[in-house]
């Protein structure tokens, strides 16, 4: 089924211009939008030593390497270009000047002289995990992790249950100057958030929430685009089924647990999935309030890796590839949600 | 069970007066019916009693207890919708048990009073289904259920068959009927429908603009309408209405002429009236008999046969359009001169001036 979707043209039977066009369209889209991605993945997997190489290589390629009697460290392998030994693929023993030592694998009794620009290293595909591993085992990923999570998952939780209420109240509660609180709560995203960054930074601080996630997570939980999503969502349910549950005898807030948060799923999903994304790719507001190294998240330890003389490569790929794993999880699971949350409660 | 009472309930929306001082009591164990066109304000008064709507003046009393500020959980009322407002993410069964649960019923309890509603309203297969896989007739039922298994003081219905067919809606008339004989509770009934109220009710109360202008027992309206808009409003087809000037007063009759010198009689007292007052004749069509001489001539415009009914329509050599009702098939053809007779023991009259009814001096189809 999905082969025969792929394969749909407009023409009958056959491609027409604008299945080309639709066609060079995608694929350009594909390769501009995953292409990046794709290449820090296969990066991450690259030796240090292969990141600095130019020209760069797609694959993660090492080395290739060689075990000679005789000798006690392992040996590596070149292919030889030019001059009288061409063709062969030779261990190099040491480098002097611009000649190479190199011994025949196969016969270590022989030993040949070869300029260095006649020869290209032997090289096969291998993955350098140990980028990965280092995380684990000298930068404390675990605990970046878990401040990352811990902050995405409060956050998340606190914006769609406060943003709940509110849309809840502006949407189904008939008050004086409901419309007035509704436009100045959308009006605040006329605000560029560097703005505000010096007042929150002053009011957190008078808290006391410097160097805690509760000031990362309680500035960003009131969000405008949440309040304005999720009530535009429950407009569109009808009135009689609130005064159902209240004539079942349910309470106010019962009416808003039992009924109206269920309700609102799809808008719900749309909400989580956006509040995720937020938290998890944050940076510049943890970088002003946190300045322990063990408070850091994913996003600050992975600033981090830069220093000012020299920036490790290898594992900050890596972590970039870890840190983006888990929130293409929740797309992934979410993403049917997104487009009919937001039809949903755009219009209607 | 329960005896609900109004007196002088206002509701006003901003400087809107929605409702202006009704006063009813609704008997313990009645069927009473608000009916009025769309817009008068039954649905607000049912509301009102519901507790969904707050109650700008007045005082609202059940079982002689002032609930004007309870909230609608607290009343013990129980509402059938329009549009039946299921809670579309919960089963038939979570659905019925929704309301029990938020007053804390113990879980056996529950599970038997709704095994015993869902048998009751043969919903029983589908208990474990959502809202959305039922259909019409099944939803109502559901809807009906989930107030009968809370065992309310008195129940509320708001226009309840008015998303049905046709042929459904007569059964479940039935069924609403039926259920109120078995349960005996309180009932209060919404309907734009005349013969919904005539069918069901054991109290109608017929509302205008917010104001009530009849109550009494199907035929008691029927019968003696106290103005000619409840005579228009209850009965189908519309009664017959023809201007006229009164001619004659005596003890047993009035007498009046209409413009194009026809002359019609109606058994009702004349207190009140004086030669040449204005008044309007009012005939229902089952009453309009067609004669030789004594009446309004006329030609039959077009006719509906029902098989069992007939249905008339003429025009009067003056333009007035005159409908009649006659059991069983007719020979009459359109086309056809007629000269429609009212009988004076049929015929009401109502004052032009403010549209109040002569009392009948004699009433009933007995006569």
């Given at each position: ?348 | ?34 009916v009025g066109?769309?817009?008068c ?164 109360v017929v509302l205008r603009d917010?104001r009530i202008e009849q109550v ?5 309206l029927?019968?003696?309408p106290r103005n000619?808009f409840v005579?228009?409003f209850i ?120 549209g ?12």
């Open positions: 089924m999905a082969l025969s979707f792929l394969t749909l043209t407009r023409g009958r039977g056959r491609f027409d211009l604008a299945d080309w066009l639709t066609w060079a369209y995608l694929v350009l889209a594909l390769l501009l939008m995953f292409g990046p991605v794709l290449w820090v993945a296969m990066s991450s997997f690259k030796t240090e030593a292969a990141l600095q190489e130019y020209p760069p290589t797609f694959l993660p390629l090492a080395p290739q390497t060689a075990t000679v009697e005789g000798y006690d460290e392992p040996l590596q392998l070149f292919r030889v270009t030019a001059g009288e030994h061409e063709g062969k693929v030779l261990a190099q023993i040491r480098r002097v000047g611009l000649m190479s030592q190199m011994v025949d694998p196969a016969d270590p009794s022989q030993k040949f002289q070869v300029n260095i620009n006649d020869r290209v290293p032997e090289r096969e595909f291998a993955l350098a995990t140990e980028n990965y591993s280092v995380l684990f085992e000298r930068f404390n990923f675990g605990l970046y992790f878990w401040n990352s999570v811990f902050i995405t998952v409060v956050a998340t939780i606190i914006t769609v249950l406060f943003n709940s209420m509110a849309a809840f109240a502006l949407s189904k509660y008939k008050f004086r100057g409901r419309t007035l609180v509704f436009v100045l709560i959308v009006a605040t995203l006329m605000i560029p958030p560097t703005v505000n960054l010096v007042p929150i930074y002053l009011v957190v601080s008078q808290i006391g929430l410097v160097n805690s996630p509760w000031g990362v997570i309680w500035p960003a939980v009131a969000t405008p685009t949440g309040v304005f999503l999720l009530r535009q969502y429950m407009l569109t349910i009808p009135d009689d089924l609130l005064d159902a549950a209240r004539m079942d005898h349910a309470s106010e807030w019962k009416v808003y647990w039992r009924i109206v948060l269920p309700l609102s799923a799809p808008a719900l999903a749309v909400l989580v999935i956006f509040s995720v994304m937020w938290r998890w790719n944050e940076f510049l507001w943890p970088l002003i309030v946190l300045n322990r190294s063990e408070q850091f998240t994913l996003q600050l330890a992975l600033n981090s890796f830069q220093g000012d003389l020299q920036t490790s490569w290898a594992p900050l790929l890596a972590m970039t590839v870890l840190t983006l794993l888990p929130i293409t999880l929740v797309f992934a699971v979410l993403q049917k949600y997104i487009t009919t949350g937001i039809a949903q409660s755009g219009v209607k | 069970m329960a005896i609900v009472e109004l007196e002088k309930l206002v509701k006003d929306y901003g400087k809107v007066r929605a409702i202006h001082g009704v006063d009813l009591r609704i008997e313990d164990g009645e069927f009473c019916v608000f066109p769309s817009g304000g039954k649905s607000t008064l049912l509301r009102m009693i519901a507790g969904l709507e707050e109650i700008s003046g007045g005082e609202l009393r059940i079982d002689g207890q002032r609930v004007n500020e309870q909230r609608a959980s607290e009343r013990g009322l129980a509402m059938v919708f329009q549009t039946y407002a299921l809670y579309p993410h919960m089963t038939v069964r979570q659905n019925l048990a929704f309301g029990l649960e938020n007053i804390k019923t113990p879980k056996d309890e529950i599970a038997r009073r709704v095994a015993e509603a869902a048998r009751m309203l043969q919903i029983e297969a589908y208990l474990d289904r959502r809202p959305k896989q039922l259909s019409g007739g099944q939803r109502q039922r559901v809807a009906i259920g989930r107030a009968v298994v809370r065992e309310p003081r008195v129940f509320l219905f708001d226009e309840p068959l008015s998303n049905l067919d046709a042929e459904l809606r007569v059964t479940m008339r039935g069924e609403i009927a039926g259920l109120h004989h078995r349960l005996g509770n309180t009932m209060i009934y919404v309907t734009h429908d005349q013969v919904e109220a005539m069918t069901m009710a054991d109290k109608i917010g009494g027992s199907p035929l008691a029927y019968n003696e000619s005579a228009g009965g189908s087809p519309r009664m017959n209405f023809l201007d006229a000037v009164v001619e004659a007063v005596n003890e047993r009759s009035v007498v009046a002429r209409d413009a194009s010198g026809a002359r019609f009689e109606a058994s009702v007292d004349g207190a009140g009236l004086e030669e040449g007052a204005a008044v309007s004749v009012g005939v229902r069509p089952e009453h309009v008999t067609f004669g030789r001489e004594g009446g309004k001539p006329g030609t039959v415009q077009t006719i509906e046969q029902l098989g069992g009914n007939s249905y008339l329509h003429c025009v009067a050599e003056d333009g007035a359009l005159l409908a009649a009702h006659l059991p069983g098939q007719t020979a009459i053809r359109r086309g056809d001169a007629v000269n429609v007779v009212f009988r004076p023991d049929f015929t009401h009259l109502f004052r032009k001036s403010d109040m009814a002569q009392k009948r001096l004699v009433v009933g189809e007995a006569v």
